[in-house]
Nanobody, 123 residues
Framework: QVQLVESGGGLVQAGGSLRLSCAAS????????MGWFRQAPGKEREFVAA????????YYTDSVKGRFTISRDNAKNTVYLQMSSLKPEDTAVYYC????????????????WGQGTQVFVSS
């Protein structure tokens, strides 16, 4: 069992930056692939970024490539999402998720979810 708690969301102006953190409980954190998803009002939850259990690979949705960076610190049981050059369309609730697969990019492949943290980007 893994419990995930996100933090770092907030209000930022367009062009600004935020860093989201996701703290995980459980002894096997280093064996989980981790991902970030987001859900805007009235829209489906969508994949944002994922990182392999050993941080050897990362994947991003096209709309955030070059602006967002996912990373993890297995010693701290934490995964991060550094977001830069933020746009109003990045406004959403951001969710951290864990998968028993090495890495995954679809919602159905993830086994554990956090409660989410709100990001609001003003124009």
């Amino acid at each position: 069992q893994v419990q995930l708690v996100e933090s770092g969301g907030g209000l930022v102006q367009a062009g600004g930056s935020l860093r989201l953190s996701c703290a995980a409980s459980g002894r096997m954190f280093s064996r989980y692939g981790m991902g970030w998803f987001r859900q805007a009002p009235g829209k489906e939850r969508e994949f944002v970024a994922a990182i392999r259990w050993n941080a050897g690979s990362t994947y991003y949705t096209d709309s955030v490539k070059g602006r967002f960076t996912i990373s993890r610190d297995n010693a701290k049981n934490t995964v991060y999402l550094q977001m830069s050059s933020l746009k109003p369309e990045d406004t959403a609730v951001y969710y951290c998720a864990a998968t028993t697969r090495f890495i995954a990019t679809t919602r159905g492949e993830y086994d554990y979810w956090g409660q989410g943290t709100q990001v609001f980007v003003s124009s």
